[in-house]
């Protein structure tokens, strides 16, 4: 179980984050959603350690963890960014390998199976040995959801998932979403402007609503 307890971020006098208490059980799916400017990004970015909070804690299963000071044996935390952020010099076997090497010290062969088992748990049979300028975006999307799998994150969050997606990949996406729910039991979170995929995949919802003063409270769905 994921819980955010008394989350503070502020950037200058600005309050994005206020307080924010949230608890996310184990293999549910959850969909954070609210207007721009209202914290979501945020909240993931601090979720993800790339933003240090202000003050608060986190807890998984009871235990406090920073997710700012990445822990090389048990890594919380994935991310699958809006943009994807794969290496563009890298192929996709690459791409998926890297971080388990060097950041897990994997060893190359065992890291190269589990990228070919998820490669092809993800419908990406043969693309192993391509760059990402050679794939299209549903199928970058799916390396970038393949490399954060790699590093064995108890919990992984996506970035506008759908946001530049045509409707059979935003379903394909969704797809994938419920099977690693279904085959791994992944707990998920979601950050979206796209209601109808949120109410398709998700468990919960979470609203953030920017308040008029720039700060910013949330509540449950």
């Known amino acids: 179980m994921l819980e955010l307890r008394d989350i503070t971020k502020k950037f200058g006098s600005r309050v994005i984050l206020n307080k924010l208490n949230l608890t996310i059980p184990n293999g549910q799916i959850l969909a954070i959603v609210g ?4 914290g979501k ?8 350690g790339l ?8 807890f998984w299963n009871k235990h406090e963890f920073d997710p700012a000071v990445p822990n090389q044996k048990s890594q919380i935390i994935g991310v699958v960014f809006q943009n994807y952020e794969l290496f563009p010099n890298l192929t996709v076997k690459d791409n998926i390998t890297l971080a388990p090497i060097l950041v897990r010290k994997e060893d190359r062969k065992l890291a190269e199976q589990k990228a070919q088992k998820l490669l ?23 390396v970038a959801i393949a490399r954060a799998l790699a590093m064995a994150p108890r919990i992984l969050c996506y970035d506008e998932p759908t946001s530049a997606l045509d409707p059979a990949l935003r379903t394909k996406v ?9 085959d791994h039991g992944m707990t998920q979170i979601i950050v979206t402007h796209d209601m109808d995929f949120a109410n398709q995949v998700a468990d919960r919802i979470f609203t953030v609503k920017a308040l008029d003063n720039g700060e910013s409270y949330e509540n449950e769905d």
């Open 174 to 182: 969704g797809e994938i979403i419920l099977q690693l729910k279904q």
């Open 41 to 48: 990004t945020t909240l993931l970015r601090c979720l993800s």
């Open 35 to 38: 207007h721009s400017g209202a």
């Open 120 to 142: 092809e748990q993800l419908d990406l049979i043969g693309k192993d040995s391509l760059y990402p300028y050679q794939l299209s975006g549903g199928q970058q999307q799916r």
């Open 51 to 58: 933003e240090k909070i202000d003050s608060g804690h986190f």
